[in-house]
């Protein structure tokens, strides 16, 4: 990907790669893919759809970008269409199996400081994750873009298409079940 | 400010949504109640762990790559697994378009002229020759030569004519919707002879063939490993495989589209292909369904007798009648759910793919997922508001 392209704008690259510039799309694909991809795991419930998807979710983005209005933002109306590829694909089955698998294990650095801290850490992590696989679609996508992505809970009423009303419900159940899971906090 | 009010806004303090009056207010009272500082500390805590198992380096450094990939092959022409084809699709219509609709010529021809046939009328009027119901409006295709036995009753001609004028018949071809789930399976789809000659007898096998020995065989054997995974397993890390290694064979929906047409005993072609082969003999459908019950009825009515197949395969007939959109929109997601059922999830996931881009939004689509949701795996879980 070019230096240009990185410092573009995701709607100016969105128009380019509708012109059919596939640097473009591409600088888009790295830019976004993680996002996706916990989107993606977060309707899904577990990695393997969640790759499915993940990928469906940019094939559709290419196949959708000449109906693209630039003028309007561009990563709602991506997340929308992550979301449904999750969806459609956990619909492979699996819907709610918590498939936390040993390829689930995250290889991203720990900011953990010591050996046992990192173990602590890991270990709650861990836990956090079966018990987010566990929880449906719904209240598992707020959770994960509240929590993960930081969104506010208009961006997520948008991502979702629900009331900014109901993501704070959804929000506070999620996190009542949760606690629950994790042993029902401190 | 009490401990309940505390908590009823303690998500949205914490997530810095609350109105600075509603924030100052909360603060007041959490420096004076450790319980609910607990809470709080408790949300910061699993925000903190909360997280997305991250599929590592390996996987992302070939992300790209299969992105790419597959959205050159979908520039380049029509994609492995395509959803949703862009060009064609009218031509591979009429391959089935053309002879319903002879079919259906054939059906109004002999009851105009050849007098009630007891087996073509009674299924005319219970609307169940499929080929009638694929009769698209205003489309006159050339008639194909008609088998003998109605040959001696009009003549090929005539039949073009009289369909052209008269043919009240829904449309498919008009309906992408309908159209892309009919071009799935070709099954309900009849020609002219099957439909002149055994409509009454695929109708009953429907209804009362007992098909589970069969079908379990067939779908075990669509399922079989080994077959090629047409979605994006390619390139996937092999612990993603294993764990998807449930679905694996389901995904191949080249392969289930060439299955439906040459080797499932139970598809509705077969059927009436080869009514002897495997179907026991044929009994009432009143036993299954009243008389006059359409092939969405059927459709409901052997889905509820676990029937999935047969089921499916009304359904379609069903679908390829003249609905309205809700009824086609709640049809479509039926279908979905009979092959869900059957475990043929890249034929679901076509069919869900095409409500959601004709009804954007879907209510029953929505509810279907939420049932899964709910019902399918966790039978505790708080029914989801909306």
């Given at each position: 990907m070019s230096a240009d392209l990185d410092e573009e704008k995701d709607e100016r690259l969105a128009a380019l790669a509708a012109g059919g510039d596939r640097g473009a799309f591409e600088a888009l694909v790295t830019r976004h893919r993680q996002a996706v991809y916990r989107l993606c795991w977060s309707a899904a419930g577990n990695s393997a759809d969640a790759d499915d998807a993940a990928q469906e979710t940019f094939v559709r983005v290419y196949r959708s970008l000449p109906s693209y209005d630039p003028a309007r933002p561009f990563g709602p109306w991506l997340r929308k269409i992550a979301w449904n590829c999750g969806l459609t694909v956990r619909r492979g089955g699996n819907a709610g199996v918590p498939r936390v698998a040993e390829g689930d294990a995250p290889e991203a650095v720990d900011p953990a400081p010591g050996p046992e801290e990192a173990a602590a850490g890991n270990e709650e992590r861990r836990r956090m994750e079966d018990a987010l696989a566990a929880l449906p679609a719904e209240l598992r996508m707020v959770m994960v873009l509240r929590a993960?992505?930081?969104?506010s809970y208009a961006e997520i009423a948008q991502a979702a298409g629900i009331p900014a009303g109901t993501v704070m419900s959804r929000l506070s159940r999620a996190r009542t079940r949760l606690l629950t899971a994790l042993g029902g906090g401190s | 400010m009490d401990c309940r009010e505390t908590q009823a806004l303690l998500n949205a303090f914490h997530d810095g949504e609350l109105p600075a009056a509603e924030r100052a207010r909360v603060e007041g009272h959490l420096r004076g109640c450790p319980e609910c500082g607990a809470l709080l500390a408790d949300l910061a805590r699993m925000d903190q762990a909360a997280g997305v198992p991250d599929p590592g380096p390996a996987y992302w450094d070939r992300f790209n790559a299969r992105v790419m990939d597959r959205v050159g092959r979908e520039a380049d022409g029509p994609g492995v697994r395509v959803l949703r084809p862009k060009g064609g699709w009218m031509r591979e219509q009429l391959r089935y378009l053309v002879p319903a609709a002879a079919a259906a010529a054939l059906v109004v021809v002999i009851v105009h002229y050849g007098g009630m046939t007891p087996g073509v009328s009674t299924t005319a009027r219970d609307g169940l020759v499929p080929g009638q119901a694929e009769m698209p409006r205003g489309l006159s295709p050339r008639p194909p030569a008609a088998p003998p036995a109605a040959s001696e009753r009009a003549a090929p001609d005539s039949a073009g004519e009289r369909m052209a004028k008269a043919e009240p018949a829904p449309l498919v071809a008009k309906k992408p919707g309908g159209a892309a789930v009919a071009r799935r399976l070709p099954s309900p789809v009849l020609t002219e002879e099957r439909a002149a000659a055994v409509p009454r007898e695929e109708r009953d096998r429907l209804a009362d063939r007992s098909p589970p020995e069969g079908n379990k065989e067939a779908s075990r054997e669509r399922a079989a490993p080994g077959s090629p995974p047409v979605t994006a397993a390619d390139g996937m890390p092999p612990e993603m495989q294993a764990e998807r290694k449930g679905t694996a064979g389901a995904t191949a929906m080249k392969r289930e589209q060439q299955a439906a047409g040459t080797a499932k005993p139970a598809s509705g072609t077969r059927m009436a292909k080869e009514p002897s082969a495997e179907a026991p003999p044929a009994v009432s459908l009143a036993s299954a369904a009243p008389r006059s019950a359409s092939p969405c009825d059927l459709a409901r009515t052997l889905a509820e007798r676990e029937r999935i197949r047969d089921a499916e395969t009304a359904q379609r007939a069903c679908l390829a009648g003249d609905l309205d959109a809700p009824s086609r929109e709640k049809g479509l997601v039926f279908l979905a759910e009979l092959l869900d059922r059957q475990e043929r999830f890249s034929e679901a996931d076509a069919v869900i793919a095409e409500v959601e881009k004709q009804y954007p939004q879907s209510r029953p689509l929505d509810l279907y997922r939420q049932q899964r949701l709910t019902v399918q795996k966790e039978p505790k879980a708080v029914p989801v508001t909306r």
């Open positions: 993960v992505e930081g969104l | -």
